[in-house]
């Protein structure tokens, strides 16, 4: 394959083109790629243009610096949209930002392959999840934070995790929020692949190159199989969960729980 050029640079997010292959770079490396409106909107648009491209094959995403993703920036939550109650409309952002971009991903028909450079957290284990493959670097790990800070699973995540590992772990992950390694996550089944950091850069592009250069008709037909046989519910499945985090955004433990997270101390929930 010849070397990646940059095609587009958004504000939070490169789009980088070599051939039949597109890479999308989550560009916000100070913020270890933490989702906020801009970065929404810049995904979305990448994700849009590289499946109407007919030259692209298939797309790999992954993050710049340090992480994959951090999940959603707090900071943006809290000056962000709010609803006449003066919480954040986690709402309004999950149906009108976020779920777009899920369900692009799960719908385009071509491959996609998420290479997890790092830690993968909240929505952007839910953006991994999404891809058709997920490779991660050995010192990658994967977090549903989501309970930490007073939350619940969204971004797909509550039905991406079980459909892969199943309801035991998939409790575990959205209870416990505890971090899962990137050769636990391979052990379980929430990812395909583990690689050594210092041959993931080569890996995952042999492996983008292989799908890039393999039958796409055959690749979008797999995945409406699967899709139809796994995911049927999903918009009715990402509907309850935006319903069930704008329920959680009002209670007591979310202020609690982002207060502690600033504050970096442990959270004292009070079950309200």
């Not at 597109?22 to 648009?45: C, H, S, V, Y």
């Not at 707090?74 to 777009?100: A, F, I, M, N, Q």
């Not at 993931?200 to 979008?220: I, M, N, V, W």
Request: hydrophobic share 45%.
């Amino acid at each position: 394959m010849s070397e990646f050029s940059l095609a587009r640079a958004f504000d939070t997010v490169n789009v980088w083109r070599a051939g039949g292959a597109a890479k999308i770079e989550l560009n916000r490396p100070d913020t270890m790629n933490a989702w906020n409106k801009q970065f929404g909107l810049d995904l979305l648009a990448a994700i849009q243009e590289v499946t109407a491209d007919d030259d692209v094959r298939a797309v790999l995403l992954t993050g710049a610096g340090r992480g994959f993703s951090s999940g959603a920036d707090l900071k943006d939550l809290s000056t962000g949209d709010v609803t006449p109650e003066g919480r954040p409309d986690v709402y309004k952002v999950l149906t009108e930002r976020y779920h777009p971009i899920i369900t692009g991903i799960r719908e385009m028909p071509k491959p996609v392959l998420a290479a997890v450079n790092g830690p993968c957290v909240g929505i952007g284990l839910s953006l991994a999840l999404a891809a058709d493959l997920v490779v991660a670097r050995e010192s990658a790990y994967f977090l549903l934070a989501f309970v930490n800070i007073g939350l619940v699973p969204d971004g797909g995540s509550s039905l991406f995790v079980p459909s892969r590992v199943g309801l035991a772990r998939a409790s575990e992950m959205a209870l416990l929020g505890e971090r899962v390694s990137a050769a636990q996550a391979a052990d379980w089944g929430l990812i395909n692949r583990v690689v050594p950091d210092a041959d993931f850069d080569a890996e995952t592009t042999t492996l983008l190159e292989r799908l890039a250069a393999g039958p796409t008709a055959s690749y979008a037909g797999t995945k409406r199989q699967l899709n139809h046989w796994l995911y049927t519910r999903m918009d009715e499945q990402l509907e309850l969960e935006a319903r069930i985090q704008q329920e959680m955004a009002g209670s007591a433990d979310f202020v609690e729980g982002v207060t502690a997270f600033t504050e970096k101390r442990a959270a004292a929930f009070g079950g309200r």
